[in-house]
């Protein structure tokens, strides 16, 4: 039953078998499915979009080193540029989603603040009005307060600051982040695109920030693309 289970998934992902096959064995998360970013490596040199869609719905990760080679070096291998498409859009989706989260969690907190200092300066009133303080007292002690106030905020501004612009750097670089893996020191995707000759790829992963200097086996995508005659597409 369990090499049952596993050939029917690579029958689905190679595009043998319907989606609703293959949503089904996902669905079930059979211990014999094996490891998706695997299945992800092999529809991806086969150009299957809707499955390769579903295996990242599922978690497969597009970054995870497989045999020396990646889901983006396999669709570069191939020449399958609709698929190499898919993992980078799919890296830049996540970054528009990790900026929005950033966002809303920011107005979390500054909601969270406002109801705080609203709760604080309630008590402060209720004990000034029941205490003996004279009206001196009272007038300086709320002018330090407000000062005491007005530092603890520019604190947290400057904190939410630095966070949220660490948080959307880490975020920005998601795609560029996979377009310049380099599995094994076998090559980028972009070096394997330049060597195959396929220049709507290499358009493609220069669009996405891949680094024209990362070499492999001593050369760079610039010295294999003079080989495969794609000099003026890098």
């Known amino acids: 039953p369990d090499t049952a289970v596993a050939t029917a998934f690579e029958i689905a992902t190679s595009?043998?078998?319907r989606m609703d096959v293959m949503c089904e064995l996902l669905a079930s998360r059979h211990r014999d499915l094996g490891s998706l970013s695997f299945h992800l490596m092999r529809a991806a040199s086969r150009g299957r979009i809707a499955a390769m869609v579903l295996l990242l719905d599922f978690g497969a990760?597009?970054?995870?080193?497989?045999?020396?080679s990646t889901s983006l070096c396999s669709a570069a291998?191939?020449?399958q540029e609709d698929a190499a498409s898919v993992i980078l859009s799919i890296a830049e989706h996540q970054k528009a989603?990790?900026?929005r989260s950033t966002s809303r969690?920011?107005?979390r907190r500054d909601r969270r603040r406002r109801k705080n200092r609203t709760k604080k300066r309630s008590e402060s009133d209720l004990e000034a009005s029941e205490g003996d303080t004279t009206h001196g007292?009272?007038?300086e002690n709320e002018e330090g307060m407000e000062v005491s106030a007005g530092s603890s905020r520019r604190r947290r501004r400057k904190n939410d600051d630095k966070y949220d612009a660490s948080a959307n750097e880490k975020a920005s670089n998601a795609a560029e982040a996979i377009v310049n893996?380099?599995?094994g020191g076998r090559g980028t995707a972009l070096w394997v695109a330049a060597c195959r000759g396929h220049a709507g790829l290499v358009e493609l992963l220069l669009s996405y920030g891949a680094d024209k200097s990362l070499d492999s086996l001593g050369q760079t995508p610039l010295m294999v693309a003079q080989e495969s005659m794609m000099m003026m597409s890098l």
């Open 97 to 99: 989603i990790g900026r």
């Open 137 to 139: 007292e009272e007038e």
């Open 77 to 79: 291998e191939h020449g």
């Open 15 to 17: 595009g043998g078998a």
């Open 61 to 68: 990760d597009p970054a995870q080193e497989i045999y020396g």
């Open 181 to 183: 893996l380099n599995p």
């Open 105 to 107: 969690s920011r107005q």
